[in-house]
């Protein structure tokens, strides 16, 4: 699944426990009609991945949905729902290299152009 959006926030890298579980988040609002600040956790080395971002940034984010169960000291389910990322791609570094085309000036105009060819194109 995909999260495309802007982001809003990048959190710092967070550690819990002895064995250093890491954890960061990232929070992108979407661009619809009722635009929606989905916050998604990066673990462990995938945390490096938001270091080359910024807020601001548009951005595609691949993630997964996890869940989970946990038994209460009364005896009782309970379920929770995260989203992780795996994957962060740069949406304005995906368009087009516009900035490789020569200027416009470049060219030189035709001069033989005539409205009274027959228009021979298919479509």
């Keep these: 699944m995909e999260v495309i959006g802007k982001i809003k926030l990048i959190g710092e890298v967070q550690t819990f426990g002895s ?7 990232l929070v992108v609002t979407t661009d619809e009609q009722y635009p929606q ?16 971002y910024a807020v601001g940034q548009d951005v595609k984010v691949s993630i997964n949905l996890r869940g989970r169960e946990w038994i209460n000291p009364q005896g009782e389910a309970k379920y929770f729902n995260s989203i992780q990322g795996w994957r962060i791609e740069n949406l304005s570094q995906s368009a087009p290299n516009q900035g490789n085309l ?22």
Aim: glycine content about 2%.
């Design 19 to 25: 064995n250093g579980f890491r954890k960061r988040e």
């Design 37 to 52: 600040m989905i916050m998604i956790e990066f673990i462990q080395d995938k945390c490096d991945l938001l270091n080359n």
């Design 102 to 123: 020569p200027p416009v000036d470049q060219f030189q105009q035709a001069s033989n152009v005539s409205d009274a060819e027959p228009d021979d194109l298919p479509f």
